[in-house]
């Protein structure tokens, strides 16, 4: 079969249904061994717990075609091991790692003809998650649960692709100190989208949200952690115990060190500074590295050098090796690229 008849050049960051997802299941203590399936729908009890108290918990990472034709995804050990981390936060059984990324790479070779091709600006989003699925009505983990993995094919996060953005710094937080910032559950979203849509009418593009302890400290956007470039093309980027330990953001950290040469700082970074950087991006798997070009903190608006116009030149260099090293033009540290 040959690939689908998608303008994978026009897609963006939206939901359109592929033919099959992996779906297993958790009763009496095990899971069992799953199975890919076509029917996309869930049925749920209106008690479930997932409904109710919201026990749920994902991930993202994609599938990338490489210049040579192959069909690979990016550290998936590393997008297990975080879901293994979220799935004991909240009380949830382990799906093992090892079992993630096998039910990973058969989701992917049953959707194969919708794993964009090389050179097209799309990827195929791949979105595994779990949820508590039987009746709970006192406050208290489910019993039985559902780990589920669907794939769909993308575009750029932010519409423009590689045109820098505008972010405000938020008034709203996104995580407290000992909270659930720093795992991947739905909660930590649903509390952002009050944000999200104010700062959207108000034309921004994103949120940037401060520490909720004394919100002089810089965080994280909504769905990326955030990199700064220093004027002496050093890479500054936030540590904190309440944001999400970003995998796109390590990798670029050991490929700003490794391939670049730079030097990094991960450390506190505090609002004030936000006029010593050069350039500033935001990085995930959805935003891969999204420039910023202005950020604007209650009506004082901090222009980043690098403009409005394009990406700076040091997070083109990070970008350009990132894509380089999950399309196969580069070569990758050993382990990062996973043949499906
Ligand atoms: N921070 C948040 C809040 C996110 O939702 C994401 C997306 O996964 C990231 C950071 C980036 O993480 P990763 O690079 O592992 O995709
Ligand atoms: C991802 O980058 O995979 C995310 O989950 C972020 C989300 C905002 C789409």
């Known amino acids: 079969m040959g690939k689908k008849d998608i303008d994978w050049g026009n897609l963006g960051f939206g939901y359109i249904k592929t033919d099959y997802r992996f779906v297993s299941n958790y009763k009496d203590g095990r899971w069992d061994e799953g199975v890919i399936t076509g029917d996309s729908d869930i049925v749920l009890n209106e008690c479930a717990c997932v409904l109710q108290y919201a026990q749920t918990v994902f ?3 994609k599938a990338y075609t490489t210049e040579d034709g192959r069909t690979v995804t990016f550290r998936p050990d590393l997008n297990g091991e975080r879901l293994e981390h979220s799935a004991e936060r909240l009380k949830m059984p382990v799906y093992p790692k090892e079992s ?15 794993v964009p091709p090389y050179g097209s600006g799309a990827t195929l989003y791949i979105r595994p998650y779990m949820f508590g699925s039987d009746p709970i009505i006192g406050v208290k983990p489910a019993n039985e649960y559902q780990f589920r993995i669907f794939t769909t094919p993308v575009g750029p996060y932010f519409k423009g692709g590689a045109k820098p953005i505008t972010v405000r710094i938020s008034d709203f937080d996104r995580a407290a100190p000992h909270g659930t910032g720093h795992i991947k559950a739905g909660l930590n979203y649903a509390m952002s989208l009050y944000a999200i ?15 909720a302890a004394s919100r002089t400290k810089l965080e994280e956007t909504g769905g990326a952690n955030i990199i700064f470039i220093t004027r002496d093309n050093k890479l500054v980027t936030p540590k904190s115990d309440s944001i999400l330990p970003s995998i796109t953001r390590r990798s670029l950290v050991y490929v700003a060190k490794e391939y670049l040469g730079m030097e990094v700082e991960e450390r506190e970074v505090y609002l004030s500074e936000l006029s010593d950087f050069a350039e500033c991006g935001l990085c995930g798997t959805a935003a891969v590295v999204s420039p910023v070009g202005k950020i604007v903190d ?22 350009d090796t990132l894509t380089g090293i999950q399309m196969g033009r580069i070569e990758a540290p ?3 690229i996973v043949e499906i």
């Open 100 to 114: 993630f990324v096998e039910a990973v790479k058969k989701t992917v070779r049953a959707n194969e003809d919708f």
């Open 334 to 336: 050993k382990g990062w």
């Open 197 to 211: 849509v104010d700062a959207h009418e108000k034309g921004f593009d994103e949120n940037m949200y401060l520490d």
């Open 59 to 61: 991930e993202g990472l």
């Open 298 to 319: 209650h009506g004082r608006e901090i222009c980043l050098p690098a403009g409005m116009e394009s990406m700076g030149p040091v997070t083109k260099k990070l970008y």
